[in-house]
């Protein structure tokens, strides 16, 4: 590797994440910042054959062998190293407890500590039933991959195990690294695109503020902090009512959700210049949609509710606020420069940001490695006292690809708020949602 290769510019993700740096033993450069993906799977697992795999994967993705130096302010990409695979018996389960022993299996690793500075950044857990039934759990430091990154790894990981099986090209598509994204981003901020987007958040938020969450605890109380996990579901009619009113509004199942968020944030504080932040993919870029690395952006979403007499309104004005942002999505870091009094409120000693996430895999939750099949574990409804970290406040985040009840969790730091408190926060949402996604014609003053 080059001097130059040796140190390539941070990713703008990176830095975004270097502005929450609180060192490693917290934080996004913490042990607990951690993004967890578990599949079951049915068939003969080679043990052998799994670890060679699981090596190919970090030899074909970088990101996995990254570090930052954050010091310095850029990345350094190592030379492959093992995964470590841990695998243990989970004993003598019922088949109709199987999925709960599952789900607490993935519990215990996502409550665990995984160094950003120990490589690879990628862990694998594999726990038996029996000799044809198993669980995968594959843990990634969250500054290497993403929610889109995590299935794609699985994927690979399928393929090349089974080109290793049968002695046969892996066929998977070629991939481009996340350094050469880092460097094609910044070129890209260079451009009159950029400027005009630049120029459309200057004037889209000018005097914004976020809305932040009202937290149980002042920050100033010096609690210990650590991230819990509520969870909870969605109910198939209610699912369906909302594809419903997605399709009669000409929306995305995202902003009617997002409408109803924002008529619960109205109900919540009275304001009605609602900002929410989300997250999106990062991937506008067609040539790294086969690239493990951390790519979303935090992105501010603006809706001004006044005048607004029902939820339909509420949907057409979330709607608007949604294409045009998503028209100007560049890196949070160069949104933020725009509009530098955007995120105080949750900076207060009584608030913290919260965020707005809901997220539609592109790639299949089950597939074939040669010697068994996988199917991703997306129902998970045990809550998680300790999970992966958030750096600061809470989030949603709503998995629209569960067939019938679509999974929901909240996530939150214990410094800050109380977990009954987020019980009934979720409860009341889910309130909101059964008001609204069925009865787009609900006056806003009886949400």
């Known amino acids: ?50 670890r060679s795999a699981l090596d190919d994967v970090v030899v074909r993705h970088e990101a996995l062998r990254t570090l930052v130096i954050r010091d310095e302010k850029y990345q350094k990409v190592l030379p492959p190293s093992a995964v470590p695979l841990t695998v243990s018996e989970l004993g003598e389960v019922p088949s109709s407890d199987r999925q709960l022993r599952a789900e607490q299996f993935i519990g215990e690793i996502e409550s665990g500590s995984y160094s950003a500075v120990e490589l690879p950044l990628i862990r694998a857990f594999l726990g038996r039933f029996d000799a044809g039934d198993a669980v995968l759990v594959l843990i990634v430091h969250h500054t290497a991959a993403d929610e889109w990154s995590m299935p794609l790894i699985m994927r690979d990981l399928a393929a090349l195990y089974a080109g290793r099986l049968e002695n046969r090209p892996h066929g998977l598509p070629e991939a481009r690294q996340y350094p050469e994204y880092s460097v094609w981003e910044k070129e890209k ?110 992105l501010p979403l603006r809706t001004d509710l006044s005048g ?36 105080g409120p949750g900076m207060a000693d009584d608030g913290a940001p919260c965020a707005f996430q809901v997220f539609r895999s592109p790639f299949a939750a089950a597939g074939d490695a040669g010697g068994f099949t996988y199917t991703e574990i997306r129902r998970r409804l045990l809550p998680q006292a300790a999970g992966g970290d958030i750096p600061d406040g809470s989030m949603w985040h709503i998995d629209m690809e569960f067939e019938g009840e679509m999974a929901g969790t909240l996530g939150f730091n214990t410094n800050l708020y109380d977990a009954d408190g987020m019980r009934e926060l979720a409860a009341n949402f889910l309130g909101t949602l059964k008001n609204t996604v069925g009865a787009p014609d609900t006056p806003l003053d009886q949400i």
């Open 1 to 50: 590797m080059s001097a130059a290769q040796d140190r390539i510019p941070l990713s703008l993700n990176q830095e975004f994440l270097c502005m929450w740096d609180q060192g490693d033993e917290a934080g996004p450069f913490g042990p607990k910042y951690n993004i967890i993906f578990g599949v079951r799977l049915t068939g003969p697992v080679d043990e052998a054959v799994l």
């Open 189 to 298: 901020l260079t451009s009159e695109s950029a400027a005009k987007s630049r120029e459309f958040w200057a004037k889209e938020l000018e005097g914004a503020q976020i809305v932040p969450l009202k937290t149980h605890f002042p920050r100033s109380a010096g609690r210990d902090k650590t991230t819990s996990w509520h969870r909870f579901s969605i109910a198939e009619d209610l699912g369906a009512a909302l594809l419903s009113t997605a399709k009669a509004t000409r929306s995305s199942p995202f902003m009617v959700l997002l409408a109803a968020y924002n008529a619960f944030l109205h109900k919540l504080t009275g304001e009605t210049d609602i900002v929410v932040m989300t997250f999106t993919s990062g991937r506008g870029e067609a040539a790294f949609h086969d690239t493990v690395g951390a790519f979303f952006n935090y």
């Open 308 to 343: 607004c007499e029902t939820f339909a309104d509420v949907v057409s004005r979330t709607r608007r606020t949604c294409l045009r942002a998503y028209a100007q999505d560049i890196p949070f870091g160069e949104i933020a420069a725009q509009a530098p009094q955007l995120m």
